[in-house]
């Protein structure tokens, strides 16, 4: 059975740029969250999608970040006017259900690296 | 602010003995903690998770521990495995995680 799967697995971009990530969820999971992980840090959450609800949006570092869910499906994270702090790896999650005990399955992750 | 901390960023034990894997949190709100192993270019893979309703959850070699009244987890891994080898993070209700702990199994 496919995991959670995001694209690309590495991206590189100079300052300024935008970009966009993306997230497949395994089928099924309704719920759908996006962390960053910094160099030394630990998960930093950043938004949370729960089937038609509202998408909790009270990790995102700036309005340069946004995130959209598609069809309660495929996610798309999108980072405008990248800075060099944005450097992180990106790391999706689903999960069956609301429930903050749910066990959640990560994607590999994709590593962002702002020049 | 980390609502979660993980205060040790490295653990070595010698395989077949316990390895302790501490945890403390701020916010006596929280429902749930779960603990995530991790390793290197992989996503975060669940391990065990407890309800703030209880104080012990047991899976297997896998043990977590929770004290309320300290707000302190452990996660308890006996006998030690070296591919237990990783970084452990611990979170509250998968939205608050620690900086991990790396722990390294010594065969």
């Known amino acids: 059975g496919a995991g959670v799967s995001q694209s690309p697995s590495n991206k590189v971009t100079e300052k300024g740029k935008d970009v966009e990530l993306r997230c497949d969820p395994i089928s099924g999971h309704t719920a759908l969250y996006w962390y960053r992980q910094s160099l030394g840090q630990g998960l930093e959450f950043l938004i949370y999608?729960?089937?038609?609800?509202?998408?909790?949006k009270s990790g995102l570092p700036s309005d340069r970040f946004s995130a959209e869910r598609t069809g309660g499906s495929v996610s798309t994270l999108t980072i405008q006017r990248t800075q060099q702090e944005d450097s992180a790896v990106y790391l999706c999650?689903?999960?069956?259900?609301?429930?903050?005990?749910?066990?959640?399955?990560f994607g590999p992750g994709t590593r962002l690296t702002v020049l | 602010d980390q609502q979660v901390k993980q205060n040790s960023p490295s653990l070595s034990v010698q395989e077949g003995r316990i390895s302790i894997l501490n945890c403390d949190y701020t916010?006596?709100?929280?429902?749930?903690f779960l603990w995530y192993k991790k390793y290197p270019a992989e996503g975060p893979t669940f391990l065990i998770s407890i309800s703030s309703i209880k104080d012990k959850n047991e899976d297997g070699r896998f043990t977590v521990f929770l004290n309320k009244s300290a707000k302190h987890l452990s996660l308890h891994i006996v006998p030690s495995q070296p591919g237990d080898s990783a970084v452990y993070f611990c979170?509250?209700?998968?939205?608050?995680f620690g900086t991990g702990t790396r722990l390294t199994v010594i065969p």
């Open positions: 916010n006596s709100m929280f429902d749930y």
């Open positions: 999650a689903s999960s069956l259900g609301q429930g903050w005990g749910n066990e959640q399955f």
């Open positions: 999608f729960q089937g038609n609800s509202a998408p909790d």
């Open positions: 979170a509250a209700n998968n939205l608050f």
